[in-house]
């Protein structure tokens, strides 16, 4: 069985942490994707969860790496060669207004029309991998990516959503057992 925690707002760490290492221990595969790896760097993950890091996906993306280059990148590079020695304080303000009324303006322009490509990237990964039987909504944040995984299978392949792997109801055994309070949400 593969489960696939999304835990786009990291509000549930320490529980994600203790089911995950669970559903090793029933004999599943866990992978949880998560926005930045920061957040979780106090985390200890069991051997064998995969983590994935949006954002890490969302920066190998062609089009967001060419208009990274463009707008932010080269114009940064031209402003600090010519701003060196007397320049540096003309141009480091230029560098500033030209990101603030420029590059933003025209990236934000771009990311409309591109639209969010988070959730594709969620999609492209649970179809290059083994099928998903099980997504864990772990967080408010992530309900637009599982509505959208689920809306968008195949009913055969359509998987099953629940909010902690213990109501995941593939595990009889465990199903609705009780819960410790590090599971239950408490994050302290």
């Known amino acids: 069985m593969h489960v696939l925690f999304l835990s786009v707002g990291g509000t549930r ?15 599943g595969t866990a992978t949880v994707v998560v926005d930045r790896a920061g957040p979780w760097s106090k985390e200890t993950f069991a051997t064998g969860v995969t983590v994935v890091e949006l954002a890490g996906l969302e920066q190998r993306q062609p089009a967001l790496r060419f208009e990274q280059a463009v707008l932010y ?11 060196r020695g007397p320049l540096r304080r003309f141009a480091k303000r230029a560098e500033k207004s030209y990101e603030r009324r420029v590059a933003s303006r025209v990236h934000r322009a771009l990311l409309r029309m591109r639209g969010d490509v988070r959730p594709r990237l969620v999609e492209s990964l ?7 039987d099980v997504v864990v909504v772990t967080d408010p944040l992530a309900m637009p990516y599982a509505a959208r995984l689920v809306t968008g299978a195949a009913q055969a392949s359509k998987p099953s ?3 902690s792997y213990d109501y995941a109801g593939d595990t009889p055994k465990r199903q609705l057992r009780s819960m410790s309070d590090a599971v239950q949400g408490d994050n302290s």
């Open 13 to 27: 760490r320490r529980a994600v942490v203790e089911e995950s290492a669970q559903v090793l221990a029933d004999g």
């Open 161 to 163: 959503v629940c909010f």
């Open 126 to 132: 649970i179809r290059r991998g083994a099928g998903v």
């Open 73 to 83: 990148k080269a114009p940064r590079k031209v402003l600090r060669t010519v701003g």
